[in-house]
C-alpha cells in the first residue's frame, strides 16, 4: 500500500502561505509594496482588530485589467520578471508573485480595481483559496483589496498571534518604515477608525518625520549627504539628545526598502563613536543608494536581509557619512526649564481618493471669487448690522484669534470701522461710545479667496519650518571665544559662562576628561607607545579564520605593541605587549583586538583601546567637587575649542549645555506666553 500521496492545491497553498504571511504586519506589507510597484502616489491602509479582522489597501495607482484579476490570484504570477536574469536588474518592491496566492489562502479576501482606461472596475473575491465570480462595479481609479478574518480556516496558526494590540503596534511600526522609505508618496493610516498619521506625499523626508515623530524630534535632525564611489547616503542624523536605549530607532533603507543589517548597523554606530553613552544608540532615518548588482535583496521573501558583496567598503562609507556630518556640526544641547504647553493642531494632509471634496472646495473657491469682484454695495447694506462697543468692552468682537476669518477696514477720520464676516457673509458696523449707529461709509472689500486657506486649519509643520531661525555663528569657535564671558564655578563641579542671549554650563570633569583623552589619543596614534618583554610568552590558539585576520593586520599589532610568533599549526607565541598603556589582562586584550578587526577592519583607534584611555583620561581628569581657578577655566575650555567633537566626554556625556535668555524670563514670569 502506497504511502506516499501528492497534497491537494488547497494545502499546498497553505503550507506555502507560511512563509509569506507569517502575521497580519505581512499582509499590510505586501499589498503596499504592490500598490508603490503600480505607481500610486497615494496610498490609504485600514486595519480593525490588529489587522486580524480587517484589512484594508487603497491606492490610486495602474489597477488591474479585468483579465489578469484572476491570474493575479495564482501563485508565482507576476508581472515584474520573465526569467531569472530580470532579477540582476530588478527595481520593483517584489517579484515573486506568491503574495496575492498566500493571502487568499488564508483570509476571505475582496479586491475591487479599475484601471484608468476602462470604464468600470472590478470585483473579484476569493474565501480561503476559493475564487467567486468577477464582476463588474463603479470604483475609482486604483486597487483597493480587503484582507478578512485572517487565518480562519487555520486556526492553530491563529492561535500564536499575539493580541490585537500588539499585532497593531507591529503593523504601526511598519507603516512608519514605509512612509520614511518613500516620503514622495502620501500615506494614511488609520486604526480602528482613528487616523494614526498622515504625510502630504511632498517628498520632504523631514516632514515625514515631523507626522510620525514629533516637532521636538524633528527639530534635532541633522542633514546628511554623502555620494563617494558609487553609494549614496541621504537622510537624517539626530543629535545626541535623542539617543535610545534601543537600536529600534536606527532607521535605514537600501534603494528605498527598509532593511536590517549588522554591517549598516555597525557603520552607524562607530560614526556615532563619541556621541553616544554606553548602551545608548542613535536615531537615524538613511537612505542607502547603490546599484542593485552590489547586493543581494533576495536572501528571504520578506526582503528584509541583504548581503553586501564588499561589506567592509558599505561598512566604511556610512561611518564616514556620519561621523563627518557630526563632525561639522554644533552639538550643545539647549535646556527647556518650563515646557509650554502646546496647542493640539489638525494636520492637514491630502487625503487620497476624496476628489469630491477637493472639488467642492474649488469650486467653493470659484464662487467667493465671483463674489468678490462684484462688490454689490446693495447686497452688503442689506446684510449690515450695527453694534454698539462700550469704552471698556467686557468682550471684544473681532480678536485675533478669530481675526483669519475677519476683515476689518478702519475710517482714517474717526475711529468707526467695518467688519466683514467671512462665516456669515455679513458685515457689521462698529462705533466707539456711540448712541446711534454710524453713518454707512463704503468699504474697501477683500475677496474670501484671499482668506480662505485660513479658513482650513494651518498645517504646523510648515508653521515650524517658518519659525527656524537661521543658523547662528557657532559658539565653539576660536571667533566667538572672545566674548565668552566666563562667570565662574558652582558647586564646584560646574562652570557658567554666557555669550549672546544665552548661559553656559560646562560639567568640569567632563570637559578634562574629553581634553585628556584627546591627549592619549594622539600620543597612540602617533606610536609613542612602551613595551615590556614576557617570560615566558603567552601561547594563544586561534581558529582558521582568526589565524587569516592576524596574518592580515600583524603589522597593525606591532604599532599597538605586540610582538608575536607562530608557535606551530594553529598556535601563536605573544613575546611582548604595551606597557602600563591599556592595564588589561594581556591575552584578553589580544583577542578583543582580533575580534573587533575581523569585524571592522582598521580605519580609527580599536574600540577596545578607546575604552581603556577613556578610563585612562578618566582617572586623570579633575572630579567633580574639585576647586580650580578661573585661569585653569580658561586654559581648559581653550583646549576644549580646539577639539573636533567637543560635545561630549569619551563616555558619550555632555560636557556643555545652554540655556537661552527667553527660558530664564519664563522663570521669572517676565514672560508669561
Not at 335 to 343: G, I
Not at 391 to 412: A, G, L, Y
Not at 546 to 558: D, I, P, V
Request: with cysteine; net charge negative.
Amino acid at each position: 500500500m502506497s504511502v506516499i500521496k501528492v497534497l491537494d492545491n488547497q494545502t499546498i497553498d497553505q503550507i506555502a502561505a507560511e512563509e509569506v504571511v507569517e502575521r497580519p504586519a505581512s499582509i499590510v506589507k505586501e499589498l503596499v509594496e504592490n500598490a508603490m510597484d503600480s505607481g500610486a502616489d497615494a496610498i490609504t491602509v485600514e486595519i480593525k482588530g490588529g489587522g486580524i479582522d480587517f484589512i484594508r489597501v487603497t491606492d490610486n495607482g495602474s489597477g488591474i485589467a479585468a483579465e489578469d484579476i484572476p491570474t493575479a490570484f495564482l501563485r508565482h504570477a507576476t508581472s515584474k520578471i520573465r526569467s531569472i536574469t530580470d532579477l540582476e536588474s530588478l527595481h520593483s518592491m517584489g517579484f515573486r508573485g506568491e503574495a496575492l496566492a498566500s493571502i487568499a489562502s488564508v483570509s476571505k479576501v475582496t479586491m475591487i480595481t479599475k484601471c484608468p482606461d476602462e470604464l468600470m472596475g472590478h470585483k473579484y473575491c476569493i474565501n480561503g483559496g476559493v475564487p467567486e465570480e468577477l464582476e463588474e462595479i463603479g470604483a475609482p481609479n486604483g486597487t483597493t483589496l480587503i484582507s478578512a478574518h485572517l487565518f480562519y480556516n487555520t486556526p492553530v496558526r491563529r492561535k500564536f498571534l499575539k493580541s490585537a494590540t500588539g499585532e497593531a503596534n507591529v503593523i504601526s511600526e511598519l507603516m512608519e518604515h514605509l512612509a520614511l522609505s518613500r516620503p514622495d508618496i502620501s500615506y494614511k493610516y488609520i486604526v480602528n477608525g482613528t487616523t494614526r498619521f498622515m504625510t502630504t506625499g511632498s517628498g520632504d523626508l523631514k516632514e515625514v518625520i515631523y507626522r510620525i515623530f514629533g516637532k521636538d524630534t524633528a527639530k534635532e535632525m541633522v542633514p546628511v549627504s554623502y555620494d563617494v564611489e558609487g553609494i549614496r547616503i541621504d537622510g537624517y542624523l539626530g543629535s545626541p539628545v535623542l539617543n535610545r536605549p534601543n537600536r529600534n530607532f536606527e532607521n535605514y533603507f537600501l534603494n528605498q526598502r527598509y532593511i536590517r543589517s549588522d554591517v549598516v548597523a555597525r557603520g552607524i554606530e562607530e560614526g556615532y563613536s563619541g556621541y553616544t553613552m554606553q548602551h545608548k544608540f542613535p536615531f537615524c532615518v538613511l537612505n542607502i543608494s547603490m546599484d542593485s548588482s552590489e547586493v543581494d535583496v533576495n536572501v528571504h521573501p520578506s526582503k528584509m536581509d541583504v548581503r553586501f558583496h564588499d561589506r567592509q567598503g558599505c561598512f566604511d562609507h556610512i561611518s564616514r557619512a556620519v561621523s563627518d556630518t557630526l563632525h561639522n556640526r554644533e552639538m550643545i544641547p539647549e535646556t527647556v526649564l518650563e515646557k509650554q504647553a502646546e496647542k493640539k493642531e489638525k494636520v492637514v494632509a491630502p487625503e487620497p481618493f476624496e476628489d469630491k471634496r477637493r472639488t467642492e472646495i474649488v469650486q467653493e473657491t470659484s464662487e467667493i471669487s465671483q463674489l468678490g469682484k462684484e462688490e454689490k454695495d446693495e447686497e452688503t447694506q442689506n446684510d449690515t448690522q450695527d453694534i454698539v462697543i462700550k469704552s471698556e468692552p467686557e468682550e471684544t468682537p473681532v480678536t485675533k484669534d478669530n481675526r483669519d476669518i475677519f476683515d476689518i477696514s478702519f475710517d482714517d477720520d474717526s475711529d468707526d470701522a467695518k467688519v466683514v464676516d467671512f462665516r456669515a457673509n455679513t458685515t457689521v458696523s462698529i462705533t466707539k461710545e456711540a448712541e446711534t449707529p454710524a453713518p454707512e461709509k463704503k468699504m474697501q472689500y477683500i475677496p474670501k479667496q484671499q482668506v480662505l486657506p485660513n479658513l482650513i486649519p494651518e498645517d504646523p509643520y510648515k508653521n515650524a519650518q517658518q519659525m527656524e531661525l537661521l543658523p547662528k555663528e557657532r559658539v565653539i569657535s576660536e571667533k566667538a571665544r572672545k566674548q565668552y564671558r566666563l562667570i565662574g564655578s558652582i558647586f564646584n563641579t560646574y562652570w557658567m559662562f554666557s555669550y549672546q542671549e544665552k548661559l553656559y554650563f560646562v560639567d568640569q570633569h567632563a570637559a578634562h576628561e574629553k581634553v585628556n583623552y584627546e591627549k592619549l589619543v594622539r600620543q597612540y596614534k602617533a606610536h609613542q607607545v612602551y613595551t615590556q618583554q614576557l617570560n615566558p610568552p603567552i601561547i594563544v590558539s586561534l581558529s582558521p579564520s582568526e589565524t587569516e585576520t592576524l596574518e592580515a593586520y600583524l603589522e597593525h599589532f606591532s604599532e599597538l605593541g605586540f610582538t608575536i610568533e607562530s608557535f606551530g599549526g594553529t598556535e601563536y607565541a605573544i613575546s611582548t605587549i604595551p606597557l602600563d598603556l591599556y592595564r588589561k589582562e594581556p591575552k584578553t586584550l589580544f583577542m578583543e583586538i582580533l575580534n573587533e578587526l575581523s569585524l571592522k577592519g582598521v580605519r580609527s583607534t580599536p574600540n577596545i583601546i578607546d575604552r581603556v584611555l577613556a578610563t585612562m583620561a578618566c582617572k586623570a581628569s579633575v572630579k567633580g567637587g574639585d576647586v580650580i581657578s578661573m585661569q585653569e577655566m580658561d586654559a581648559v575650555l581653550d583646549e576644549l575649542l580646539s577639539l573636533e567633537n567637543p560635545y561630549h566626554c569619551p563616555h558619550g556625556r555632555p560636557t556643555i549645555f545652554s540655556m537661552s535668555r527667553t527660558e530664564l524670563e519664563r522663570k521669572f514670569k517676565r514672560i508669561v506666553n
